[in-house]
């Protein structure tokens, strides 16, 4: 596994087993959830948003790895943060990530970029990861991420 870039001791890919920080324990999970679904709160519970909240969840589950689905699922299952990872998983990952017009590499790749201009190094670590499964070499990662750092004047 990759280190965390973030230095955060909390989170999926912090290698700690509290996912949660001190003060948070309002929006923890109260209830194992089943994610295979869409909610059906906000009348989300539509045939066009099922198909799109499956198609994101597969797609997730191909790019960043089950095990980080399910922890980053279970992580945000309370009733404050499902509708968040509902969304993310519709929108980003069911709608974006499954358009043709570019291939799972090439979009890692921009993910990479964009990660690292805004300095979001957690989900920097995740989306390289995703970028090996997507097929992307160490060389290309390291030039992306070069380049990207460049660009960003760091």
Same mark, same amino acid.
């Given at each position: 596994?990759?280190?965390?870039?973030?230095?955060?001791?909390?989170?999926?890919?912090?290698?700690?087993?509290?996912?949660?920080?001190?003060?948070?324990?309002?929006?923890?999970?109260?209830?194992?959830?089943?994610?295979?679904?869409?909610?059906k709160e906000n009348n989300m519970d539509t045939p066009a948003h099922k198909e799109l909240y499956q198609q994101g969840y @597969?797609?997730?589950?191909? #790019?960043? !790895?089950?095990?980080?689905?399910? +922890? %980053?699922?279970?992580?945000?299952?309370?009733?404050? *943060?499902?509708?968040?990872?509902?969304?993310?998983?519709?929108?980003?990952?069911?709608?974006i990530w499954t358009r043709p017009g570019l291939e799972l590499k090439t979009r890692s790749f921009l993910n990479l970029g964009?990660?690292?201009?805004?300095?979001?190094?957690? @989900?920097?670590?995740?989306? #390289?990861? !995703?970028?090996?499964?997507?097929? +992307? %070499?160490?060389?290309?990662?390291?030039?992306?991420? *070069?380049?990207?750092?460049?660009?960003?004047?760091?």
């Amino acid at each position: 596994m990759l280190p965390n870039p973030s230095g955060s001791a909390y989170g999926p890919t912090s290698g700690s087993p509290n996912l949660y920080p001190p003060g948070t324990e309002q929006f923890r999970p109260t209830n194992k959830a089943d994610f295979s679904t869409p909610l059906k709160e906000n009348n989300m519970d539509t045939p066009a948003h099922k198909e799109l909240y499956q198609q994101g969840y @597969e797609m997730r589950k191909k #790019v960043v !790895g089950e095990e980080y689905v399910a +922890a %980053s699922l279970e992580k945000g299952s309370s009733d404050f *943060l499902r509708p968040l990872q509902q969304y993310a998983t519709e929108a980003a990952w069911g709608t974006i990530w499954t358009r043709p017009g570019l291939e799972l590499k090439t979009r890692s790749f921009l993910n990479l970029g964009m990660l690292t201009a805004l300095g979001k190094w957690t @989900e920097l670590g995740t989306h #390289v990861r !995703g970028a090996v499964r997507n097929g +992307a %070499s160490e060389v290309e990662i390291r030039e992306c991420l *070069l380049q990207a750092t460049f660009m960003e004047g760091n």
